[in-house]
């Protein structure tokens, strides 16, 4: 044990967070600032006295806003503890209480007090009309906020909850709220909405009306009609779950249990879906198959058919999706296929099984989990993938296309728009449980990491055939696919004028020199460098919140931990036209106003991937001995230190990996990112669906070309990072084994 | 329900000129041969690395043989896959099946094996008796410990009743208060049911414990075969004499040869053994520890170089002229004190000269 001095000795973090406090409280303005968050016009134009910039304090001083003087009581009340002990009760009592009741109190007006004073006629029948309004929330109130949590989780930690310690338990406190105002309030938002009446009520007749509408759940292509969107989503999302989980599969059978030669070509397959924008795979399906296509020309000429479109509806976002998302069910299953012990077959062979019997009744039920994860994922991106939907679905209706327009259409239906991200989100939910029954009480890990020599046999006859002929064709058409983007992007009008020509790039990627000095003329300059830009500042953030998350659940252990683990992945399984949808509806009004700027793209990037950075996170971090963190602590260390100082470092390559990885995938997401982005912030994938939608496919297909290669090269500069970066690990404990 | 009854098909195995080379040119197993008789137990033995466990894969058809042959019984198995030969093995990490249950793990071989239906729960549930399972059925192999998931692998082994039984590190993933437990149930069920056994560990006590034969490995070639006794009493080398037990190989001159027995020469020391056919002139001599006499009158010059007490004897480090030796006493009482010079001298039996050079 450390000695701790038991007279007055003030903590750092609880005058930190005082200190803030007070700054956001007095100094910094209230409000958020119209000219975006990161201008700073304010400091010279009126402030502190003007409404707009001022403090509270200020606001206060001039007779306004008089909501916020009861934030003085709980601001000042830690004060008094500062210098008192850590053991006092009375030092947990008072942070505790101040800092719960700051925070409850923020969030009652914000949420009370809106753009048209009460937000609740019953608080305008109690008080009277307010005559006074308020905006979003801004520096001040952002940082007093944040001020009133820590303190609280202070409070918490001395009272002994997780033996005390500071850093985790405020680690934990800052992730419930930033989870909850980010993924949880949003979703309440949207289910609140799918009960709004024009007047602003509540009402389960207009949820009825909107949710039993037949353009939902209409079954009439059983008989020639049109079936509603959300048996189609459904319907469609199934069968692109089980083809990619089958197609998935081969290709992880022909990796692991072939004598394939060209496995590492294969393996590329595995990058194709992280660098691909979702839409490009159906844009290039317009180039083989579409009205003029290559395939369709060809076909009508050596047959004399009349060409069709076919493509757009139900097959083409099939092919497209199947496409898309193989890679994705490969990625998920190679990593079980190879994971299945090598010795768990070979048992099964000693014990008199053949080859076939073994796969059938012990290598394909081991695979299970894998199975399960990629059909999930599979009808996860289907349902929430709304580029190819767009491209090639013609009449073919499916809820995230259908959300889109309930929102940004003529109709502008914020109760219909919500209606279907609850369907949506049901059906995604529903998947996910699913999948857990499915699972069950079974054990299916493996591995067991001693004594696991051998290698995997190779796959029965029987099996081996039908599934080389499959991969083989799959992968020779993804080929085919990736090969016509390139070519597309260099061909002057598809169909009609085949001749190679570097026009798109040059309108959308030209410089040019002038008085001013270098000048980026291209018409997707805009785009390109605001996506840059966006994922650049997503990317840290992500990776942080990731791992921290993934650190409180692989090292530490709390009540509600379980709870803790599911509302973190939650973000998982709900689809990006859900995310979209709801931020509109949540942050459009105070207390949270941040639509049309860049911090809600942000923001929805963070959560959006966040999941991912968790996942690789709690995979390096589980390889980390506990002792080392043991170690540490008993050397003095405090739990921030060494997360800083031990694990922190040790997580290079995962930290790295989710840095790129939240960096490209914010590059290409589209779902979400169609929803919230402005004019001021338009981003590459929404103005390249801006393209289609004109028929400006060259373009389209030119810019997309550029940015899978742009992310290709991000990707390559990982590897190459990431392997250097683990030679070196490996090197270094080699001594310590 | 009907009881069956365990009983055993045992069958000898011969291993004749057999090698194995993986990719290009790593030699595993070099060139060997030898016979496990029917129902015996026989301990592949040796350093990481040596071939052993290769040598217990060929036999169950989890790899093929580059060169030689091997019989099982009657039966020329050499290019028989896994599946068509009549071996059970209990894997290093057990190899339970992790979706099925205990019984299902215990009947899945059954199944492929051509037993009827009927039979095939009561011959697994026999298995798990003769472990000692009885009533864990319904368990998973996740909700058992360790030491149950072993005997499951083992019951799984046995109900096929297979012509040869292997065993591959048995115990490697036990605790040590386990081990000795398991390794006298495994050799009670060998004897009890007249089994053939391969056993592969690289732990020389329990090689010594459960084998009627070792077959000592190195660098993928055989170093010695022969009861523990043997191995114990006369290696044919210094590799063998250390790896089995411990032993001071000390240098010494073969001064005289009478028939069998020579006398040898340690410093001054003059001692009389078995010759092993040496002739005159430098030879090496191997002493285990506790065949060592300290203080008697004749014997050469040591000092001694550090004492430990460990409970039921002492240990002690000895510095002579020839570098240091290791000696074990039973003498507790009488202790000698570091830095005193004793003479050094050998029980009547014990030392051996390695034949070698």
């Not at chain 1, 606001?59 to 006092?88: C, H, M, N, Y």
């Not at chain 1, 180039?287 to 395939?295: A, C, E, N, P």
């Not at chain 2, 499951?152 to 437990?181: C, G, I, M, T, Y």
Request: charged share 15%; proline share 4%.
């Amino acid at each position: 044990m450390r000695r701790v001095n038991p007279a007055a000795e003030a903590h750092p973090a609880l005058v930190f967070w005082i200190a803030a406090g007070w700054v956001g409280y007095l100094l910094l303005p209230w409000y958020g600032i119209e000219d975006g968050f990161f201008r700073f016009e304010w400091l010279i134009d009126g402030y502190p006295f003007d409404e707009e910039y001022a403090p509270a304090v200020f606001l206060i001083a001039q007779g306004e806003k008089l909501w916020l003087a009861p934030l003085l009581l709980p601001l000042a009340a830690p004060l008094f503890v500062v210098r008192s002990r850590k053991t006092d009760p009375e030092f947990a009592t008072v942070l505790t209480i101040a800092g719960a009741l700051g925070f409850a109190w923020l969030i009652a007006q914000g949420f009370g007090i809106g753009i048209r004073g009460f937000n609740f006629s019953w608080l305008t029948a109690l008080f009277g009309d307010l005559g006074d309004r308020q905006f979003g929330m801004g520096y001040g109130a952002l940082i007093l906020a944040s001020s009133f949590l820590f303190l609280f989780t202070q409070g918490i930690a001395a009272r002994g909850a997780i033996n005390g310690d500071v850093f985790v338990v405020s680690a934990i406190g800052g992730v419930i709220v930033i989870v909850a105002t980010f993924v949880f309030f949003p979703i309440g938002r949207t289910f609140l909405a799918a009960f709004i009446t024009d007047t602003g009520g509540y009402s389960l007749a207009v949820f009825a009306s909107k949710f039993f509408d037949d353009r939902l759940w209409g079954l009439g292509c059983l008989w020639g009609a049109r079936c509603g969107a959300a048996w189609n989503s459904l319907f469609l999302a199934i069968i692109v779950g089980a083809t990619t989980t089958s197609l998935g599969l081969s290709f992880a059978l022909v990796v692991s249990r072939s004598g394939f030669r060209f496995k590492r070509g294969l393996r590329m397959l595995t990058v194709l879906p992280i660098i691909t924008p979702p839409f490009v795979i159906g844009l290039a399906l317009i180039l083989l198959f579409g009205l003029s296509g290559t395939v369709t020309v060809l076909f009508a000429e050596v047959f004399g058919t009349q060409p069709t479109r076919w493509l757009y509806g139900l097959p083409g976002v099939l092919i497209a999706q199947t496409l898309a998302y193989t890679p994705i069910a490969f990625l998920v299953l190679i990593g079980v296929v190879e994971g299945v012990s090598p010795s768990m077959e070979e048992a099964a062979q000693t014990l008199r099984a053949n080859t076939w019997q073994t796969f059938r009744t012990v290598s394909l039920p081991l695979m299970r989990p894998g199975l399960a994860n990629a059909f999930l994922l599979g009808f996860i991106e289907s349902m929430a993938d709304f580029g190819n939907p767009l491209v090639l679905g013609g009449n073919f209706d499916v809820l995230s296309t259908e959300i889109f327009f309930a929102i940004v259409g003529a109709q502008y239906d914020q109760g219909r728009a919500a209606v279907l991200a609850m369907v949506l989100l049901f059906f995604t939910l529903s998947a996910f449980y699913v999948q857990r029954m499915w699972l069950g009480r079974k054990g299916y890990t493996t591995v067991t990491g001693k004594g696991d020599a051998g290698v995997h046999p190779l796959m029965p006859r029987r099996l081996a055939v039908p599934v080389m002929v499959v991969a083989g064709i799959w992968g020779a058409f993804t080929v085919t696919v990736y090969g016509m983007i390139v070519y597309g992007s260099f061909v002057e009008l598809w169909g009609v004028r085949n001749t190679l020509t570097l026009k798109h790039y040059i309108t959308a990627f030209s410089i040019r020199f002038n008085e001013h000095g270098l000048h980026w003329s291209g018409s997707a300059w805009d785009s390109f460098w605001t996506t840059i830009q966006i994922a650049a500042v997503a990317a840290p953030l992500t990776a942080a919140v990731g791992l921290i998350t993934a650190y409180l659940l692989t090292r530490q252990t709390f009540a509600g931990k379980n709870a803790f683990e599911f509302g973190t992945m939650l973000s998982f399984a709900i689809p990006g036209t859900v995310i979209g949808v709801s931020y509109i509806l949540a942050f459009n009004v105070p207390p949270i106003e941040i639509t049309g700027t860049g911090i809600i793209l942000v923001v929805s990037f963070i959560f959006r991937n966040m999941p991912v950075g968790v996942r690789a996170g709690i995979a390096s971090m589980s390889q980390l001995d506990k002792s080392l963190d043991e170690s540490s602590l008993t050397l003095g260390a405090n739990s921030w230190q060494t997360f800083r100082r031990v694990i922190l470092p040790l997580l290079r390559p995962a930290i790295l990996a989710a840095l790129v990885f939240s960096f490209v995938r914010a590059m290409t997401a589209i779902s979400a990112v169609i929803f919230l982005v402005s004019a001021e912030y338009d981003m590459a994938t929404s103005y390249i669906i801006g393209r289609v939608e004109n028929n400006d496919y060259g373009l389209a297909i030119a810019y997309s070309t550029t940015l899978i290669f742009v992310m290709l090269a991000a990707v390559a500069l990982l590897n190459r990072l990431v392997g250097r970066i683990q030679i070196g690990r490996r090197a270094h404990f080699a001594t310590g084994a | 329900m009907v009881q069956t009854e365990i009983s055993s098909k045992a069958a000898p195995v011969v291993f004749q000129d057999v090698s194995k080379v993986f990719g290009e040119g790593v030699v595993a197993v070099d060139n060997i041969n030898f016979t496990v008789e029917a129902g015996r137990l026989v301990t592949l033995l040796g350093p990481s690395g040596c071939g052993k466990t290769t040598t217990l894969r060929m036999i169950a058809g989890l790899e093929r043989v580059t060169s030689g042959r091997i019989r099982i019984g009657d039966t020329d198995v050499t290019t028989l896959p896994a599946t068509d030969r009549d071996v059970a093995m209990v894997f290093q990490s057990y190899a339970l099946f992790p979706h099925m249950t205990v019984l299902e793990n215990v009947s899945y071989g059954l199944g492929f094996s051509g037993f009827p239906k009927s039979e095939i729960r009561g011959r697994a549930r026999t298995g798990l008796d003769l472990v000692g399972l009885k009533g864990f059925d319904d368990r998973l192999p996740s909700e058992l410990s360790g030491g149950q998931q072993q005997r499951v692998a083992v019951a799984r082994a046995l109900v096929l009743e297979p012509q040869v039984l292997l065993f591959d590190e048995p115990l490697s993933n036990l605790d040590a208060k386990l081990r000795r437990q398991v390794r006298e149930d495994i050799r009670a069920i060998q004897r009890d049911l007249g089994l053939t056994v391969v056993y592969v560990t690289h732990d020389q006590e329990e090689a010594l414990a459960v084998s009627d034969q070792i077959v000592v490995m190195r660098n993928a070639a055989i170093a010695q075969i022969g009861s523990p006794r043997e191995l114990y009493d006369s290696p044919v080398d210094s590799f063998v004499a250390d790896f089995i037990g411990e032993a001071n190989l000390l240098p010494c001159e073969v001064v005289a040869i009478d028939g069998e027995i020579a006398e040898i020469s340690v410093d001054s020391y003059r001692y009389r053994l078995a010759s092993r056919g040496l002739p005159k002139g430098p030879a090496k001599l191997a002493v285990r520890p506790a065949r060592i006499v300290l203080d008697e009158d004749d014997g050469f010059d040591a000092t001694v170089a550090k004492a430990t007490y460990v409970g039921v004897r002492m240990e002690y480090t000895l510095d002579t002229s020839f570098g240091s030796i290791f000696a074990v006493q039973d003498d507790v009482t009488h202790t000698l004190e570091t830095g005193s010079s004793v003479k050094v001298g050998f029980k009547p039996t014990g030392p051996v000269l390695i034949p070698e050079t």
